[in-house]
């Protein structure tokens, strides 16, 4: 069992960046690929991007490839989101997710799931 929280949300400017933690609580973090989802009010979750167990590979979704970046410190049972060049449509609830095959970028392939974390970015 793999326990998420996520942190590092908030309020920022158009432009501006933040960057979101989760941590993960188990021994067995580097047996896990992990994804970021969001969700943002009246919308259906979707993905955001994904990192393999040794972090080697990465994706990105399409709306957020080239600003954001997706990293994991193995030893701190930690995976990142750096969010750069923020837009207001980039506002919603982002979770983190664990999964235990592969690096996938389908929601249901997910076995766990942190609370989530509000970014709410200004025009």
């Known amino acids: 069992q793999v326990q998420l929280v996520e942190s590092g949300g908030g309020l920022v400017q158009a432009g501006g960046s933040l960057r979101l933690s989760c941590a993960a609580s188990?021994?067995?973090?580097?047996?896990?690929?992990m994804g970021w989802f969001r969700q943002a009010p009246g919308k259906e979750r979707e993905f955001v991007a994904a990192?393999?167990?040794?972090?080697?590979?990465?994706y990105y979704a399409d709306s957020v490839k080239g600003r954001f970046t997706i990293s994991r410190d193995n030893a701190k049972n930690t995976v990142y989101l750096q969010m750069n060049s923020l837009k207001p449509e980039d506002t919603a609830v982002y979770y983190c997710a664990a999964d235990s095959l592969t690096l996938a970028t389908m929601e249901g392939e997910y076995d766990y799931w942190g609370q989530g974390t509000q970014v709410t970015v200004s025009s």
């Open positions: 188990g021994r067995t973090f580097s047996s896990y690929a």
């Open positions: 990192i393999s167990r040794s972090g080697g590979s990465t």
